[in-house]
């Protein structure tokens, strides 16, 4: 069974730095392209970050780009997020997800269950 397993939310002020990571425990990752998805209360889930099979390949939505950085180490199955000069705007639960194609639709078969990450004023 595919698990993806979130970690590294929490609280934290605006201007700060949070590293989210994604771990798969069902072997998948080397073979798919894994995306970071956010939904704040009230809003649709939406596009954060996406990285490629084999991490050749990335895309950022305009409102992270420049102050998050996707990458993956695909020896521990792992993908992370770093987040950087962060705003009240950036509160959300962010969810990793994979599949096989890099996209910024929610059509990856694999999600985890979410971290929550707050920035406070």
């Known amino acids: 069974q595919v698990q993806l397993v979130e970690s590294g939310g929490g609280l934290v002020q605006a201007g700060g730095s949070l590293r989210l990571a994604c771990a798969d425990s069902?072997?998948?990752?080397?073979?798919?392209?894994v995306a970071w998805f956010r939904q704040a209360p009230g809003r649709k889930r939406e596009f954060v970050s996406g990285?490629?099979?084999?991490?050749?390949?990335?895309d950022y939505a305009d409102s992270v780009k420049g102050r998050f950085t996707i990458s993956r180490d695909n020896a521990k199955r792992t993908v992370f997020l770093q987040m950087t000069s962060l705003k009240l705007e950036d509160t959300a639960v962010y969810y990793c997800?994979?599949?096989?194609?890099?996209?910024?639709?929610?059509?990856?078969?694999?999600w985890g269950q979410g971290t929550q990450v707050t920035v406070s004023s």
């Open positions: 997800a994979a599949g096989p194609i890099l996209s910024r639709t929610n059509t990856y078969a694999y």
């Open positions: 990285i490629s099979s084999p991490g050749d390949d990335t």
């Open positions: 069902g072997r998948i990752f080397s073979r798919n392209a």
